[in-house]
């Protein structure tokens, strides 16, 4: 998969690209974005977690609601770590 792929797979599967950062873990949205502004191939590990959050949903840290305080603490329970949101002043 080439970089400019990435929005029409993140759209198909009901993904903002800060949904997708926090699945990826990757730390900034805008790595995001510039993947999907390149014609260059995704590195293999990123198109396996594709994959794998595409056929294997139960695996998704989002839980629907992570800009909630609801959202954050089930993110918390569920991965024993604070999502790192900007609405997240604690």
């Known amino acids: ?11 198909r599967n009901g993904y903002s690209q800060k949904k997708l950062q926090i ?14 502004n390149s014609d260059k ?3 293999r590990t990123v198109e396996l977690a594709l994959i794998a959050l595409e ?3 139960e695996l998704r840290k989002s839980v629907g609601e992570p800009e909630t305080q609801r959202g954050r603490a ?5 991965f024993g ?3 790192n949101s900007p609405l997240n002043r604690e």
Do not use: A, F, N
């Not at 998969?1 to 759209?11: A, H, P, Q």
């Not at 699945?23 to 999907?36: A, D, N, P, V």
């Not at 089930?74 to 569920?78: A, P, V």
């Open 74 to 78: 089930q993110y918390q329970s569920r």
């Open 1 to 11: 998969m080439i970089g400019s792929d990435l929005t029409e797979w993140r759209e």
């Open 23 to 36: 699945e990826l873990g990757i730390k900034s949205r805008g790595t995001i974005s510039s993947w999907e």
């Open 55 to 57: 056929r294997m949903p």
């Open 41 to 43: 191939p995704l590195s």
């Open 81 to 83: 770590e604070k999502l």
